[in-house]
T-cell receptor
Framework: KQEVTQIPAALSVPEGENLVLNCSFT??????LQWFRQDPGKGLTSLLL?????REQTSGRLNASLDKSSGRSTLYIAASQPGDSATYLC??????????FGKGTMLLVSP | DGGITQSPKYLFRKEGQNVTLSCEQN?????MYWYRQDPGQGLRLIYY???????QKGDIAEGYSVSREKKESFPLTVTSAQKNPTAFYLC??????????????FGPGTRLLVL
């Protein structure tokens, strides 16, 4: 059964820092991996989706990488801002139309 | 605007009571999903449906029931058999049989509290 782990569980940084969030998964037979953002009490917003054949995806200050063989992905946030404060969730799609989620990393960026 | 709506935003359940959470989408998506989220936890799949009049159990289906009579709607009933229903419930939808790169789109969620 696929399991997804995210490290760290929480992270607090000052504004302007570059930071990395980590995600690992146990079964490398995935179709794609997604990073979502969740604000408190809200639904999920998709940030980046990486296909299994891709190595990375970029959107603005966000860059996600995927190493399928080692079962790892990282989300890099450049020049962090207080508005980046949220919980970031990693999820893998292994088929059967369902996603498997990690528990998330709670990020706080202080001014 | 296209999207997914969930209602109500907050729902209170009394002991022994069944309650129903609404999920509606106008994205013309075939597949719909229900997830449960507990504090500090990721999302866990309750039920999903890939087509009208068909649905499958997810990882934590006990104490829940669903129906899929219309493509746009996928209501979730939390029955009295669910002993710990307090959680944040999220509905999502996706194009079935679409490209692998199609993401799931999520609603704003319903928070269920037990009185």
């Amino acid at each position: 059964k696929q399991e997804v782990t995210q490290i760290p569980a929480a992270l607090s940084v000052p504004e302007g820092e570059n930071l990395v969030l980590n995600c690992s998964f146990t079964d490398s037979a995935i179709y794609n991996l997604q990073w979502f953002r969740q604000d408190p009490g809200k639904g999920l917003t998709s940030l980046l989706l990486i296909q299994s054949s891709q190595r990375e995806q970029t959107s603005g200050r966000l860059n996600a990488s995927l190493d399928k063989s080692s079962g790892r992905s990282t989300l890099y946030i450049a020049a962090s801002q207080p508005g980046d404060s949220a919980t970031y969730l990693c999820a893998v799609f292994s088929g059967y139309s369902t996603l498997t989620f990690g528990k998330g990393t709670m990020l706080l960026v202080s001014p | 605007d296209g999207g997914i709506t969930q209602s109500p935003k907050y729902l209170f359940r009394k002991e022994g009571q069944n309650v129903t959470l609404s999920c509606e989408q106008n994205l013309n998506h075939d597949a719909m999903y229900w997830y449960r989220q507990d504090p500090g936890q990721g999302l866990r799949l309750i039920y999903y449906s890939q087509i009208v009049n068909d649905f499958q159990k997810g990882d934590i289906a006990e104490g829940y029931s669903v129906s899929r009579e219309k493509k746009e709607s996928f209501p979730l009933t939390v029955t009295s058999a669910q002993k710990n229903p307090t959680a944040f419930y999220l509905c999502a939808s996706r194009t079935r049989g679409g490209r692998i790169e199609e993401t799931q789109y999520f609603g704003p969620g319903t928070r269920l509290l037990v009185l």
